[in-house]
């Protein structure tokens, strides 16, 4: 089981990393999570971000969500905002999610095949 | 929606959307009755009455990128069609609460899913304090975010605690059992 001095440990290690770094984030991550984000997967696109953002020890990367973009047909939409541009991916999945933090936000590598416009 | 889950998480983002700083979400399940209760209240702004009887219309919404409001709607009708019933009550300036009931047997009823996917994805980016308690047959599971701030403070939303919290919760659901 998990404990609470498992939650404590693992926040002084967050701190002591978040503490080197002070400032902005350099790279924000929207995901649209209206009705209609949800219900097309945007929760498990969020918690594969995360997963994968944490499972690469980075840091300087924000994640937050915003309403419908009035893009509902192509969602889950990941808005990557890194490297000086703005970047929409559509009909992200989990799997999709976890690559563009690999290639995107760590890489610096935009998907092209996966960009849509608003 | 395919889980009862992902309707609350939709339902914290209307919290949210109107400035709650709190929101509680009580989930009982209870074989006897055969009765999956979901409880959201919040203290957000709340609705004047004109407001609240509108917005089981999917015609309806606040929002301004399109003209219709799914999310209350959807819920109402998914319990509606499993033999359960659905209640919204609000108060202006006190906030609001959702009341909705499905039939546990029901066919057509979706499986709760997974509360350790909604609640993470609620610390990850809302700052809201969420006050969480799912009871099956009695057994209860319950997780006040306050309680995990005093001991996280801002790291709370940092993807590291939040992967942590995920498997914490999914944890103690598994224990309480119930649906998944």
């Not at chain 2, 001991?151 to 103690?172: K, N, Q, S, T």
Request: glycine residues 8%; aromatic residues 4%.
């Amino acid at each position: 089981m998990k404990t609470v001095d498992e939650l404590r440990k693992l926040r002084e290690e967050v701190r002591q990393m978040t503490r080197l770094r002070e400032g902005e984030p350099e790279v924000r991550i929207v995901v649209a999570m209206g009705t209609c984000g949800i219900a097309a997967g945007a929760r498990e696109t969020l918690n594969a971000l995360l997963q994968e953002i944490a499972a690469r020890g980075l840091a300087g990367v924000s994640v937050s969500p915003v309403g419908c973009m009035g893009l509902c047909d192509r969602e889950p939409i990941v808005e990557v905002n890194a490297h000086g541009g703005r970047t929409l991916y559509a009909r992200v999945n989990a799997e999709k999610a976890r690559r563009i933090v690999r290639e995107h936000v760590e890489a610096g590598w935009v998907i092209e095949d996966w960009v849509t416009r608003n | 929606m395919e889980e009862i889950a992902l309707h609350i998480l939709d339902l914290v983002q209307n919290c949210v959307e109107a400035g709650a700083s709190e929101v509680s979400i009580a989930i009982t399940e209870c074989r006897r009755d055969n009765l999956l209760t979901v409880k959201i209240s919040d203290n957000g702004r709340g609705m004047d009455q004109a407001t609240l009887a509108a917005v089981t219309d999917p015609f309806f919404t606040t929002r301004s990128t399109r003209k219709v409001g799914l999310g209350i709607p959807l819920l109402k009708a998914a319990a509606e069609q499993c033999n359960g019933s659905f209640t919204i009550e609000s108060s202006e300036g006190k906030g609001t609460q959702v009341v909705a009931s499905f039939a546990l047997d029901h066919i057509d009823r979706a499986p709760l899913g997974s509360m350790a996917d909604t609640l993470a994805a609620v610390f990850a980016v809302h700052h809201v304090d969420v006050h969480y308690r799912h009871e099956v047959d009695g057994k209860v599971f319950m997780l006040d975010s306050k309680e995990i701030r005093q001991l996280c403070g801002d790291e709370l939303m940092h993807p590291r605690v939040i992967v942590w919290l995920r498997a914490y919760i999914e944890e103690h659901e598994k224990q309480v059992g119930g649906e998944q």
